[in-house]
């Protein structure tokens, strides 16, 4: 498209003159007879440039540039006059920004036109760099607003991870209050129950050495028998719990394998042969004597897998084995690790394909109906898996409705223990007694359990004393001197934590050995047991022989 050139005079010699010029230039002319006329024709029509007379009648020249100019200021301005002074021309150059000026006659032609290429370059140039610069502002406005969107987005982001933090942590705090909570209240579930119970199991064990007839008898047995099956339900509970927050932790140490199966065959034995079914157990011999692994657990895992074959199996057998399955190359005669495969198995009811997948699931049951023949809440196979994962194993389960279960334990590359090295243990059974003169004081707020701890010694020695809480204990320790002291942790006035401080603070009373003797199992207890002074720790119920055990290696101890 062409530029466009705007003509004005009020002598058309001069226009038809200059349009006749400037068509040989590629440019759109036209023509008007006065500054009236050229400003009807501007407002129709924007020219690029207008040359222009300065006097003409009605309106001058330089009174129309002016107008002109605020309609578009980009317009060139170029005057032609032959009435206009030196000083009239650079006042119009100045004021109105007038690109040339010219008088009459034109005499030379060329310089006009190429004064009138020079200004519509400018314009171009001018109209360019404005066009630049508004594209330029609309895409910084553009980058603005999506600048301003963005942090706007941010801010959103921002506020929303603050809000999600600020719920996590709500969320965290109140999942640890609950752990604490349920920490808290399954300590003292275990020792509220713990307590009685040590007095009805240790009460139990002792009546079961007198001379009973039959009735009395079986009576103690079922009391026996039933008081191990709740302490166990117990200890299931805390392990699973243990577990689930990370608290359990392993104690590895030699473990004779062979002496584990034939506690469980004493524990199971009598049922089994009760029931009518056999109970067979066997060790391969190529496991080594003793191995390093956590002998508590293993133990906890076979009494949960055998007590389920024995209660579910009717006729048939319950067998349990140890395999060493490590792989070919090894030297199977006295290998370093051992690949152990635990075996149970059973013919008894089996499970149903239905129930497998779910079967080590907490509370989950074999037999889930109302009207089930089997007790039992459904915690045995749920410890066992997570008992079993916790070692690095794995439970394999192959069963068929009706026709038995097996079990297996895969726990790899378990240490053997050196065999030269020698076995630290005391020869069970020789039980070892405590010297007849000892001074022996039991500090217990519970009477029962003071007189189960004299019943349970007093063949040892006849030298007791009692004290209800810590403070009796200090006092009374203070006047009688005591060997050895046996102390609960939950007592009034005094607790067992701030008695065995003071009786390390004190210089007389710090060498007397302290046992804690405590239904608090959770292993926080047991850590501010140490913590707090004592020498010793043993869990109701109390057994006579590891009481003994205890008293005896601690009075060595201190000479």
Do not use: C, W
């Not at 039991?442 to 701890?453: H, T």
């Amino acid at each position: 498209m062409n530029e466009s050139i705007l003509i004005v005079d009020d002598e058309p010699d001069i226009t038809d003159f200059l349009s006749f010029v400037f068509q040989g230039e590629y440019l759109d002319v036209t023509t008007a007879g006065s500054s009236r006329e050229a400003l009807d024709l501007f407002h129709k029509h924007r020219f690029d440039l207008v040359l222009t007379d300065i006097r003409m009648p009605v309106m001058d020249g330089l009174d129309m540039a002016r107008r002109i100019k605020e309609y578009d200021e980009d317009t060139e301005i170029i005057f032609i006059t032959g009435h206009a002074t030196v000083e009239r021309a650079v006042d119009a150059l100045k004021s109105i920004g007038a690109s040339d000026f010219f008088t009459k006659p034109l005499n030379d032609v060329e310089h006009l036109i190429l004064s009138v290429k020079n200004a519509l370059e400018r314009r171009r140039l001018k109209v360019g760099n404005q066009r630049l610069l508004r594209e330029l502002r609309t895409h910084q406005n553009s980058l603005e607003d999506q600048l301003s969107n963005r942090t706007e987005a941010l801010h959103r982001e921002i506020q929303n991870r603050k809000e999600m933090t600020v719920g996590l942590l709500r969320a965290k705090e109140t999942a640890e209050a609950a752990s604490r909570a349920k920490s808290e209240f399954l300590a003292n579930m275990s020792h509220e129950i713990r307590t009685p119970m040590n007095a009805i199991v240790g009460f139990a064990n002792l009546l079961n050495g007198f001379d009973l007839d039959a009735a009395a008898q079986e009576y103690i047995r079922a009391i026996r028998i039933n008081s191990a099956s709740l302490l166990r339900l117990i200890d299931d509970i805390l392990d699973l719990a243990r577990i689930e927050t990370g608290k359990m932790e392993l104690i590895h140490e030699p473990v004779d394998l062979r002496e584990i199966f034939k506690e469980i065959e004493q524990i199971y034995g009598g049922k089994a042969a009760e029931k009518g079914i056999e109970l067979e157990i066997n060790v391969d011999e190529n496991i080594p004597a003793r191995l390093i692994m956590d002998a508590v657990r293993v133990r906890q895992i076979l009494v949960n897998l055998v007590g389920n074959g024995v209660k579910f199996t009717e006729a048939g057998t319950v067998r349990i084995s140890a395999q060493n399955v490590a792989e070919a190359g090894s030297d199977e005669n006295n290998p370093e690790r051992v690949d152990l495969k635990l075996l149970v198995q059973d013919t008894g009811i089996g499970i149903s394909q239905s129930s497998i997948g779910s079967i080590f699931d907490i509370f989950q049951q074999i037999d889930g109906s109302s009207t089930r023949r089997y007790e039992g809440i459904g915690l045995g196979l749920a410890i066992v898996k997570r008992l079993t994962e916790l070692m690095n194993g794995k439970v394999v389960l192959f069963s068929q409705e009706g026709e038995g279960t097996t079990f297996e334990i895969l726990l790899p590359k378990i240490a053997a223990d050196d065999p030269s090295k020698p076995q630290l243990l005391r020869d069970s059974s020789n039980e070892m007694a405590i010297p007849p003169q000892t001074r022996i004081l039991i500090v217990d707020d519970i009477d029962f359990n003071r007189k189960l701890l004299i019943a349970l010694l007093k063949d040892q020695t006849s030298h007791f004393m009692e004290a209800e809480n810590g403070r009796e204990a200090l006092d009374l320790s203070r006047q009688q001197k005591p060997d050895i002291i046996l102390m609960d942790i939950r007592m009034p006035v005094m607790d067992g934590y701030e008695a065995a401080e003071q009786f390390k603070a004190d210089s007389l009373l710090r060498t007397i050995p302290l046992i804690a003797v405590s239904a608090s199992a959770m292993k926080s207890d047991r850590e501010r047991i140490e913590k707090a002074g004592f020498d010793a720790y043993l869990p109701k119920p109390l057994q006579r022989s590891i009481v003994i055990r205890k008293v005896v290696e601690l009075l060595e101890r201190k000479g």
